[in-house]
Every structure is written in structure tokens, then in C-alpha cells.
């Protein structure tokens, strides 16, 4: 089992930035990937950004590429989404997740087999 605890949620100003966190814990090796994922009153659960771990490669959804970053740092097994410009669509619960599946994009929620409490992000104009 794998248990994912995130961080770094916030309120801020249009234009401003965060630094999320996601910290793995417990049985690591079967995930290939961890993701970020978010959803908003009345929304759905979209997928933000994701990193494979043994590629290192990195998908983003259209409208946070640019703004938003993905990053792994094994020795702390922590993944980190930093979020510049952010902008007031960009508010919504952000949610760390991690799957065991082999992934050439970003995927869905059915791709990710662990998820995290999720972390409030709110942007005023």
C-alpha cells in the first residue's frame, strides 16, 4: 500500500504562486507514476500534470502548461507541482495520486490506483 499526504495549498492573488507537495509513504515499488489531479465545486476530477519515474517524462494539461511544473525528488519520495500565474479558474482541491499502470500521457482517474486527501488551492482576481 502506498499512502500520499499533500501540502503547500493555499490562498493567493491572481498572478501569484504555490508550491504543492506530495510525500509518498510505505510500499513504493509497484507505482510507475504519481500525478496531480483537481476538481472544483461541481466539476470533475481532471488530471493537471503527471511524471512517469522511470522516463522522467512530463504531461500537463493544455491550459496549466507553462504555469505549472512537475517534479520528483526520490531520496525525499516527494513530488512537488509548483504553480505560477496562477490564475482564479486554477481554484479547485488539488489531489496527489499515484498508479502502478504504465502511462504514455497524462491519463484519467482510473489510471491511478492511490490517492491523497487533496489540498484547497484558491486564486482571488
Known amino acids: 500500500q502506498v499512502q500520499l499526504a499533500e501540502s503547500g495549498g493555499g490562498s493567493v492573488q491572481a498572478g501569484g504562486s504555490l508550491r504543492l507537495s506530495c510525500v509518498a509513504s510505505?510500499?513504493?515499488?509497484?507505482?510507475?507514476?504519481m500525478a496531480w489531479f483537481r476538481q472544483a465545486p461541481g466539476q470533475e476530477r481532471e488530471g493537471v500534470a503527471n511524471?512517469?519515474?522511470?522516463?522522467?517524462?512530463?504531461y500537463y494539461l493544455d491550459s496549466v502548461k507553462g504555469r505549472f511544473t512537475i517534479s520528483q525528488d526520490d531520496a525525499k519520495n516527494t513530488v512537488y507541482l509548483q504553480m505560477d500565474s496562477l490564475k482564479p479558474e486554477d481554484t479547485a482541491m488539488y489531489y496527489c495520486a499515484a498508479g502502478r499502470g504504465r502511462l504514455e500521457s497524462l491519463g484519467t482517474t482510473d489510471d491511478y490506483d492511490y490517492w491523497g486527501q487533496g489540498t484547497q488551492v484558491t486564486v482571488s482576481s
Open positions: 511524471i512517469l519515474f522511470i522516463s522522467e517524462r512530463t
Open positions: 510505505g510500499n513504493n515499488y509497484p507505482t510507475r507514476s
